[in-house]
């Protein structure tokens, strides 16, 4: 994360309590984080296009205009009923977060972290793959047009919950609702791969 980006969370987040921070803070940082996934240097089949976040997001949707015509936020309080309504009313902005529907048919690469579905642990068949470390599980799930949901075609084994991974296959523009976070976008039949950062010249 960029110490900018660090600098803006902190601003936000001044006199807010964690559990405000968590919920309502989180989805704030949402947007910037999402270019945040692994750099994309990987090899690929021929026909694949490799994919980053930010082509997932139609341009000019703005997940911050609702945030921003509330005013002063950093007003807000634990507890309070205004928090939890504003909470609430993003949320559904988000879920219902517009997708590219011209990435429908497409064959795709994506990189980013995985959060378990169904399958033992360590074993995957069905997971979602978000663009920053953390979403779904230890923060807010970030808009449903930067959540894919992956059936893998052979159960992903050796992974564990953000793990960082590829994901290959068919783009498909379907929202799911899972208890993770609703999905945008899905990959059925999809090859996974574990993620491995590449070497430092030397």
């Known amino acids: 994360m960029s110490n900018a980006l660090n600098a803006q969370n902190e601003s936000i987040a001044k006199g807010w309590s964690r559990r405000v921070w968590l919920g309502l803070g989180a989805l704030l ?9 692994p750099p994309a240097k990987a090899t690929k089949p ?16 703005d997940p911050m205009k609702l945030l921003r015509s509330k005013g002063d936020l950093s007003r807000l309080q634990d507890g309070d009923p205004q928090t939890n309504t504003l ?24 990189p980013g972290y995985l959060v ?14 978000v663009p920053y470390f953390g979403a779904c599980v230890h923060s807010p ?44 976008y899905t990959i059925d039949g999809a090859t996974v791969e574990k993620y491995v950062e590449p070497p430092l010249p030397k």
Do not use: C, Y
């Not at 009313?89 to 990435?103: F, G, Q, S």
């Not at 159960?155 to 960082?164: F, I, N």
């Open 116 to 129: 378990p579905l169904e399958g033992q642990s360590g074993e995957w068949k069905e997971f979602l793959v």
């Open 87 to 110: 909470m609430r009313e993003v949320r559904e902005v988000w879920d219902n977060a517009p997708i590219r529907p011209e990435l429908a048919g497409q064959k795709v690469k994506l």
């Open 29 to 37: 940082a949402v947007p910037l984080l999402a270019q945040a996934a």
């Open 46 to 61: 021929a026909g694949v296009r490799e994919l980053k976040w930010e082509e997932l997001v139609p341009p000019g949707w």
């Open 141 to 184: 799930p970030p808009p449903a047009n930067q959540i894919v949901h992956v059936k893998a075609a052979i159960p992903a084994k050796g992974l564990r919950s953000m793990d960082t991974v590829w994901v290959t296959g068919t783009m498909r523009t379907e929202r799911r609702d899972t208890d993770m976070g609703v999905s945008g």
